[in-house]
T-cell receptor
Framework: IAGITQAPTSQILAAGRRMTLRCTQD?????MYWYRQDLGLGLRLIHY???????GKGEVPDGYSVSRANTDDFPLTLASAVPSQTSVYFC?????????????FGPGTRLTVL | EDKVVQSPLSLVVHEGDTVTLNCSYE??????LLWYKQEKKAPTFLFML????IEKKSGRLSSILDKKELSSILNITATQTGDSAIYLC???????????FGQGTTLQVKP
C-alpha cells in the first residue's frame, strides 16, 4: 500500500510557466488537502476537497487551482508561477465521516520558481 | 480568526533530557488538537486530543490538552537523537475538517 504519492519530488521552474503538482492516494479517503510549508510559517492550507467533485479555498488560494475528478487524484495547478510560490508543497488526505480523524501526508514536492 | 502559536520555535537539548513543547490556540468552535512529528519529509501523526480525550501517552511521548487555558503541551522524556525533528501542532475547528497549523518547534537532540 503506497498511501499518498506526490510527483514530482522536486522541480525548478521559470517564472510565468504553468505547473501541475500531482497527488494520488490509494486509501479511498474522501477528503484531500494541499498545503505549502515555508520557514517560520508552518503549514498553510491552499485548497481542499471534502469529496470528489467539490473543492474549497483555504488560507492562501491565490495563484493556485485544484480539481477533484475522482476520489484518488487531487492535482494542484499553478497557472503562471511566481517566485513567491517557491515552497515545499504537501498533499494530505483524511478518512470521512468523522471530523476528528487525522490527516495523512504525502512526501512533498519541493518547488523553486526562478 | 482561529490561530495556533507554538513555543519555543527551536530548542537544543542533550540526550536524556526531558523537553516540553507548548501550543496555544484561539478558536471559535474547538473540535480537536493534533500533534505531528516531521523529520525529513512528510509530517507523521502523533496524537489527537479532543474534549473527551485530553491526555494521550505513547512510550516516552505524552500530551495534555488544557481547554481552560486554550493550550496543549507535548512532553518527551529521556530524549534520543532520533527525536530530532519539527513538531507541529494543529487545530481542528468548526465543521469543515480543516486543520490550522502552528509554526512548528524545531527540536535538536545532541548526543
Amino acid at each position: 500500500i503506497a498511501g499518498i504519492t506526490q510527483a514530482p519530488t522536486s522541480q525548478i521552474l521559470a517564472a510565468g510557466r504553468r505547473m501541475t503538482l500531482r497527488c494520488t492516494q490509494d486509501m479511498r479517503h474522501n477528503a484531500m488537502y494541499w498545503y505549502r510549508q515555508d520557514l517560520g510559517l508552518g503549514l498553510r492550507l491552499i485548497h481542499y476537497s471534502n469529496t470528489a467533485g467539490t473543492t474549497g479555498k483555504g488560507e492562501v488560494p491565490d495563484g493556485y487551482s485544484v480539481s477533484r475528478a475522482n476520489t484518488d487524484d487531487f492535482p494542484l495547478t499553478l497557472a503562471s508561477a511566481v517566485p513567491s510560490q517557491t515552497s515545499v508543497y504537501f498533499c494530505a488526505s483524511r478518512d470521512m465521516p468523522g471530523l476528528h480523524n487525522e490527516q495523512f501526508f504525502g512526501p512533498g514536492t519541493r518547488l523553486t520558481v526562478l | 480568526e482561529d490561530k495556533v502559536v507554538q513555543s519555543p520555535l527551536s530548542l537544543v537539548v542533550h540526550e536524556g533530557d526531558t523537553v516540553t513543547l507548548n501550543c496555544s490556540y484561539e478558536v471559535t468552535n474547538f473540535r480537536s488538537l493534533l500533534w505531528y512529528k516531521q523529520e525529513k519529509k512528510a509530517p507523521t501523526f502523533l496524537f489527537m486530543l479532543t474534549s473527551s480525550g485530553i491526555e494521550k501517552k505513547s512510550g516516552r511521548l505524552s500530551s495534555i490538552l488544557d481547554k481552560k487555558e486554550l493550550s496543549s503541551i507535548l512532553n518527551i522524556t529521556a530524549t534520543q537523537t532520533g527525536d530530532s525533528a519539527i513538531y507541529l501542532c494543529a487545530l481542528g475547528s468548526g465543521n469543515t475538517g480543516k486543520l490550522i497549523f502552528g509554526q512548528g518547534t524545531t527540536l535538536q537532540v545532541k548526543p
